[in-house]
């Protein structure tokens, strides 16, 4: 099957400093992949929408400032998050749609990324 | 978005079936019904999706009710390893997968 690749697996930064996570699509191309933020003992809640080549659309509530959303090439997305604070500590995964599919096919996700801000 | 309901719990003896039930009685008719699980600390792990008809593969079993109103996934020989949060989601339109609070689902040898 399909994989998603996220680096780091985990970090740890200091309040103030920014933070790049990476999701590759390993071995299919992906126009559009998905960021997800999950806090302990509660569900995904979709952060933004990234294309490839355009702008990201970010979900409600989530500020595009603050979590900055790159998707340069179609297997590759970063989420940089910038200014650190402990509440943004928190395990941060990404989901990828092959291209040229539609709604009847499923996203892969990547591992995820846990963010620990000091 | 359609929005599903899901018991937050369930326990099932290892090696019996276990039955997830979900309802979406908002599902338009284009709109699909994805199962997803997540065991602890990992990325979410797809299982199976459909749309009208009954699906299976080689981990689950979908069934969807003719009214399409609701779903049961059906594990047919839980093993401890099934042990994890299940995610019932109608996907959108605009291909998003929108992840409601899930079904705890406890395997007990």
């Known amino acids: 099957g399909a994989v998603v690749s996220q680096h780091p697996s985990w970090v740890i930064c200091k309040s103030g400093t920014s933070v790049k996570i990476e999701c590759r699509s390993l071995?299919?191309?992906?126009?559009?992949m998905f960021w997800y933020r999950q806090f302990p003992k509660q569900s995904l809640m979709l952060m933004a929408t990234?294309?490839?080549?355009?702008?990201?659309?970010?979900e409600q509530g989530v500020e595009k400032d603050k979590f900055l959303i790159n998707h340069a090439s179609l297997t590759l997305s970063t989420l940089t998050v910038t200014s650190a604070h402990p509440e943004d500590s928190s395990f941060y995964i990404c989901?990828?749609?092959?291209?040229?599919?539609?709604?009847?096919?499923?996203?892969?996700f990547g591992p995820g990324t846990r963010l620990t801000v000091t | 978005d359609a929005k599903t309901t899901q018991p937050p719990s369930m326990d099932c003896a290892e090696g019996r079936a276990a039955n997830l039930p979900c309802n979406h009685s908002?599902?338009?008719?284009?709109?699909?019904v994805y199962w997803y699980r997540q065991i602890h600390s990992q990325g979410p792990q797809y299982i199976i999706h459909?749309?009208?008809n009954n699906e299976t593969n080689e981990m689950a079993s979908l069934i969807i009710t003719e009214d399409r109103k609701s779903s049961t996934l059906i594990l047919p020989h839980a093993t401890l390893r099934d042990t994890a949060v299940y995610y019932c989601?109608?996907?959108?339109?605009?291909?998003?997968?929108?992840f409601g609070q899930g079904t705890t689902l406890q395997v007990k040898p």
């Open positions: 990234s294309n490839e080549g355009s702008k990201a659309t970010y």
């Open positions: 989601i109608v996907k959108s339109n605009t291909g998003k997968l929108i």
């Open positions: 989901s990828a749609q092959e291209a040229g599919q539609g709604d009847s096919y499923e996203q892969y």
């Open positions: 071995d299919f191309q992906a126009t559009t």
């Open positions: 459909g749309l009208k």
């Open positions: 908002t599902i338009s008719g284009n709109e699909y």
